[in-house]
């Protein structure tokens, strides 16, 4: 399992396939094209920008700060992202796609110019 610190920024290379990695407050995950993160847990004020691929990420789990961010950028795909605690926040920008993700009350999933590139997302 890999834990992102405040302060630091990991990477999910192209052709790299990660699992279980933990951001905490302050922590920046990238997923590069061609890279694959599964299981990523996002904890409140650390952030992910997805340009590859993230399967069943969860946002928001805990933690302290402000918000945890989700940016899915052109190129990215987020799947089966699940954006729980009050505090989560899913940005589909453009280019981007969330497919078949879960918002949670008082929790926020935006779109950003192309909010037809959505497949499916539910909130509870």
Do not use: C, K, Y
Not at 52 to 62: C, F, H, Q
């Amino acid at each position: 399992m890999t834990v992102v610190s405040s302060g630091q920024i990991s990477h999910v290379s192209a052709g790299q396939v990660d699992s279980g990695i933990v951001v905490q407050s302050g922590g920046v995950l990238i997923v590069d094209a061609g890279g694959t993160a599964s299981g990523t847990i996002i904890n409140l004020g650390g952030s992910e920008t997805v340009l590859g691929t993230d399967i069943g990420a969860v946002v928001g789990s805990g933690g302290t700060g402000s918000l945890a961010v989700q940016n899915v950028s052109g190129g990215g795909v987020a799947s089966n992202t699940a954006v729980i605690g009050g505090q989560g926040f899913q940005a589909v920008l453009s280019g981007g796609r969330a497919v078949s993700g879960l918002v949670g009350g008082n929790n926020w999933h935006g779109f950003s110019e192309t909010p037809s590139r959505r497949v499916a997302s539910s909130a509870a």
